[in-house]
């Protein structure tokens, strides 16, 4: 993917940033340190919001203050003190955008201050009805009634018409939790990624990851990394989803004064969707197997419409492990072909070609038992029976 263990400087293929996203999202599922740095600053968030009669907490709390919320780090020392505690307080923003306050009876949970509404800051989302409160210190319990279950916010004067429209806002964001979340029992902080609802840097730097990379939803990410095909073809078909193999107008893009054909047709201009989709060799190897195995067509001339398309491209039964893995073995073979030409002068027919696509998922197969050996020998007999 980059410069690797040569002392030569080579092409970097692919972004950092997609290397770092999950796999399951098109990445190479890389762990970005600093998401993780970020996940491990967050458990002493969460540690400082579940420990609260401990020694350490006690300490931190009589060196650094206590902000209007009994849950959230605090820093008030300026630009003083350790940059470590000031860095989990800093970062703890994250956290804070997953983690809530579950307030329980309202006792000790600050209405505005606290995050009890998930994935909400009340002081924050509605600042022009929070600077008319009557009391920015208010809990949960002294705004909520357990009578008659309603809420009511004293405000210290009349709204104009934009802090109005805010306070109407509130009030339906308000109704709209459910209709027990204020209860009896007692407040505890809640992390809903996880089922039992106990923080994990694992779960953090996770949901970091997807949030900061996002990546591809749609990503086959159990047919590009098949477990059968040799991670060196894997990673070629990853890169190719990715249109970032070194097909020449790739090259030119980048700089270098290259001329742009294809070494197979010798007619148009290479490039990814060219050379393994709309290049007469390429359409001549692609239908020897759509004949051979009913497939479905025409392909799409993307990678990715193709490989997210396939499973609805075929329909023999049969064969259906082995059609999995044409894919990998036709984009690799023609590659290969590619680059022979190119760089040994050496060719090869379709049908040779061909041939050595449905002997190497054959091999592929058989290597870890997913095929038996008259299955095996009726798939070489089926696939090379109509190869032109």
């Not at 609260?52 to 003190?81: D, F, H, M």
């Not at 984009?331 to 030409?341: A, D, K, T």
Request: charged share 20%; net charge positive.
């Amino acid at each position: 993917l980059w410069s690797g263990v040569f002392e030569t400087k080579r092409l970097h293929l692919v972004k950092w940033d997609i290397v770092k996203t999950p796999i399951t999202r098109g990445g190479l599922g890389v762990l970005d340190l600093r998401s993780m740095n970020r996940a491990l600053l967050g458990k002493w968030a969460w540690r400082f919001g579940v420990e609260r009669n401990s020694w350490w907490r006690r300490l931190i709390v009589a060196k650094c203050g206590q902000g209007r919320s009994e849950w959230r780090p605090c820093w008030n020392l300026g630009t003083y003190g350790c940059s470590l505690w000031r860095a989990i307080v800093n970062e703890s923003s994250y956290f804070w955008k997953v983690a809530y306050v579950d307030p329980g009876g309202g006792y000790g949970v600050s209405f505005w201050h606290d995050s009890w509404v998930p994935g909400k800051l009340l002081v924050s989302d509605f600042p022009r009805v929070g600077s008319v409160a009557q009391s920015l210190d208010a809990f949960v319990s002294d705004v909520f009634s357990m009578v008659d279950r309603s809420w009511e916010i004293p405000l210290s004067v009349s709204l104009r018409r934009g802090a109005e429209a805010e306070r109407v806002l509130l009030m339906q964001t308000l109704s709209d939790l459910p209709q027990l979340w204020i209860t009896t029992g007692p407040a505890r902080l809640v992390w809903p990624l996880e089922s039992s609802e106990v923080f994990s840097v694992h779960s953090f730097a996770a949901n970091l990851i997807e949030n900061n990379f996002g990546g591809d939803v749609a990503f086959p990410f159990k047919l590009v990394w098949s477990p059968v095909v040799p991670s060196k073809i894997c990673c070629f078909m990853w890169m190719v989803y990715h249109g970032n193999i070194s097909t020449l107008d790739n090259l030119k893009r980048r700089g270098m004064i290259l001329p742009n054909w294809c070494i197979l047709c010798k007619c148009h201009e290479e490039s990814i969707s060219h050379i393994f989709y709309l290049c007469p060799f390429a359409v001549s190897i692609w239908e020897s197997f759509k004949k051979g195995f009913d497939l479905h067509g025409p392909y799409p001339p993307s990678t990715r419409d193709f490989l997210i398309a396939w499973r609805g491209l075929w329909c023999d039964q049969r064969f259906s492990e082995c059609i999995k893995l044409l894919p990998h073995a036709v984009l690799w073979f023609i590659w290969l072909e590619r680059n022979n030409r190119i760089f040994r002068d050496v060719d090869s027919s379709p049908q040779e070609i061909g041939n050595k696509i449905v002997r190497m998922i054959g091999r592929w197969l058989r290597v870890c038992s997913r095929i038996s050996d008259g299955l095996f020998h009726e798939w070489v007999t089926t696939g090379t029976k109509h190869l032109i």
